[in-house]
């Protein structure tokens, strides 16, 4: 079978917006109706008018997704679409911001991981050690890693009996590596994101491994950041006139209905 051909020049079914880029024609309506795309007019019978604006807002909203995601692609395109250029810059400044946060963290664990690995550390016992034994082990007062505790740093267990802290073997580990990052001058926020990452490894080897990807991912989402910026400039430049125009017709054919 053929697919029936938009009449209007220039008109577009949600279908013929949702093929070019695999989704649903309900998922184009969705859009629509959700502010990422502008409004579309409707016909008589109610049927939606979709044009080559909304084709390209469409084109800058999933371009967006990979660098910044859903939530914050949305808010995008939603600012936009109202006129609010400022705002929409000010998401993807905060985007841009939490990569470079992202990447001073990559930065950090790779300088702590090569930092544990020169020294070479005796193998440690794998029984528990009261705080007092960690802090002089490290050089620090018990109520700096009393501290770094409330910061979500470290994460000691309770003795059952006497109901001390106890540091296991990966408690120590995380210890070690705060005291080389918070000599390295970072804050304490920031150490508790970096042992995340080597938590979420399952250690600094497993995390070292993996390192490499860590970064090719960071640079591939800077690249899809470029992507979007590129698809939003073509949609704000050549796109918005015609998107306000579009956004009163609505809001008239809105009214005549």
Do not use: C
Request: zero cysteines; glycine letters at 8%; aromatic letters at 4%.
């Amino acid at each position: 079978m053929t697919a029936t051909k938009p009449s209007n020049a220039g008109v577009r079914r949600p279908v013929d917006l949702a093929r070019a880029h695999g989704l649903s024609a309900q998922a184009v309506r969705n859009y629509e109706r959700d502010g990422v795309l502008p409004p579309a007019p409707r016909t008589a019978n109610g049927y939606r008018r979709f044009t080559e604006i909304h084709a390209r807002a469409l084109s800058a909203y999933l371009a967006l997704i990979p660098g910044h995601g859903h939530a914050a692609s949305g808010e995008i395109m939603r600012a936009v679409n109202r006129g609010e250029t400022d705002t929409a810059l000010r998401t993807i400044d905060e985007g841009h911001a939490l990569l470079q946060r992202d990447r001073e963290t990559l930065d950090a664990v790779e300088s702590a991981v090569a930092a544990l690995s020169a020294t070479r550390p005796q193998p440690q016992s794998q029984k528990a050690v009261p705080i007092s034994v960690l802090a002089h082990r490290l050089g620090l007062r018990p109520a700096t890693l009393r501290k770094w505790e409330r910061a979500g740093v470290l994460r000691p267990v309770r003795d059952p009996v006497t109901h001390y802290r106890v540091y296991l073997p990966d408690d120590v580990r995380d210890a070690e590596l705060a005291h080389l990052l918070r000599r390295g001058g970072y804050r304490l926020d920031h150490i508790a994101g970096v042992l995340g990452q080597v938590r979420g490894a399952g250690g600094t080897e497993a995390l070292a491994a993996s390192l490499g990807r860590w970064r090719q991912r960071l640079t591939e989402r800077g690249r899809a950041m470029l992507t979007g910026a590129a698809r939003l400039a073509d949609y704000i430049d050549d796109g918005q006139p015609l998107g306000r125009a579009l956004t009163s017709e609505a809001n008239t054919t809105t009214l005549s209905e």
